[in-house]
Structure formats: C-alpha cells, structure tokens
C-alpha cells in the first residue's frame, strides 16, 4: 500500500510544476535498529516519481559509512540529504510524515528552483556571515508549528555556504532531544549556544543566528 493518495499526488504534481534544474535526495538508510528507515524511503520513492526532476540516490548507512561520514552523517538513520549543484548544508533526519511532509516537499521545490526565496535583506545579511552557524531544529510530525522553522533554516542553509541546518524528528533522536534540553517543538539550537522555542518570523530567527555568531 502506497503512502500517498491518489488526491496527495494531484496535489504534489501541481505543486511540482514549479520544478526548474535537477534536485538529488540521498537517502542514507538501513535495515536493521532503525525504526523508520522503510517507510521514509518509501516516502522518497512515491516523491520522486512525480517529477523526472527528482534523482533518489539510497545508500545503505552501513556499507557507506565512508560517504556518510562526508556528509557528516552518524548514525542519524534516516537521513535525508538535497543537493543541485553542489550540497547545500541541508539535513532531514528522521521520517518527513504528518506536517513535516510539507518540509520535505518545500525543501525539494526550493532547492530546484535554486532560490531561498528569504528576503533580501536576509540574504545580505547573511552573505556577509564570516563565521560557520550550525541550525539545529527539533521537530515532531504532529506539531503544525515546526514546518515553518524547519522550512526557515534550510532556506538560510541554501543561501549561506557557513551555515548548515539540521532538521531532526526528536521523537526517532530522543538521545539529540535529551542532550538539548527538547521540553517543546519547535525547538531551535544555534551553534551550541543559543536557542529558542517555536515558530518566529524569518527576522527574529536571523537575529538569533547573528547573534550565535557574535
């Protein structure tokens, strides 16, 4: 039985026709002690189909180990990796289901379209970043909230070759979620030391990533 229904897919293929350049997911996966590791790799396939713009490239964790440690992947099986041209610091970990579906599917018509779509003003702020910023989002499929800052981050990945964004279904990392202190989602952790709760405006998010790198 297909995850997407016939009425997904219409939706997904509208959506897609926004497509533009080529979009490669690298699914890193594997068969045993990973809770989810079937169903999100399902998830990617019914995806991919939609559009002969969407490469799925799915690496076995344990065989790959080499490759992944490229990627800067340990042991955070699922993990979802888009790139174009070149990897962009964008990271899903764990399955894109329930609201964060929606993450997985901006995050595919984002980085085809080859634009961030944040303003402009953020995008000049963010080109005169010296320093690396590593985004942390911890998120749960039923929280309506964490799209948006999922989303926010990953945009400010793809603008910004310093900054790398993690994305992770705290509920599938409870390891990750207990070591930052993850009481409520979305929660978001900006190179180790500072943090903040739900979904803020694109604004108030880059002030708390300048601030990290002061």
Avoid: W
Wanted: one cysteine or more; proline letters at 5%.
């Amino acid at each position: 039985m297909g995850f997407l229904s016939e009425s997904d897919k219409n939706e997904i293929l509208e959506m897609f026709k926004e497509l533009d350049r080529p979009v490669k997911i690298i699914n890193f996966t594997q068969s045993l002690e990973c809770t989810y590791c079937r169903e999100t790799r399902q998830i990617l396939e019914e995806v991919a189909e939609l559009s002969d713009k969407i490469q799925l490239e799915v690496l076995n964790y344990l065989e790959n180990k080499e490759k992944a440690e490229q990627y800067g992947i340990e042991n955070q099986i699922p993990a979802i990796i888009f790139e174009g041209e070149k990897d962009y610091g964008i990271r899903y970990f764990g399955i894109p289901s329930g609201y964060e579906f929606s993450t997985l599917i901006e995050d595919i018509i984002m980085v085809s379209k080859r634009d961030s779509g944040l303003k402009r003003e953020t995008k000049e702020s963010l080109s005169l970043l010296a320093n690396p910023v590593h985004i942390r989002v911890f998120v749960t499929p039923t929280c309506p909230y964490c799209p948006s800052a999922a989303i926010t981050a990953h945009k400010m990945a793809f603008e910004s070759d310093k900054i790398k964004a993690e994305v992770y279904e705290s509920i599938e990392f409870p390891f990750m979620a207990q070591k930052y202190g993850v009481y409520g989602v979305p929660k978001v952790v900006i190179n180790e030391k500072v943090s903040f709760e739900g979904a803020l405006p694109e604004e108030m998010f880059l002030e708390y990533v300048l601030k990290a790198v002061k």
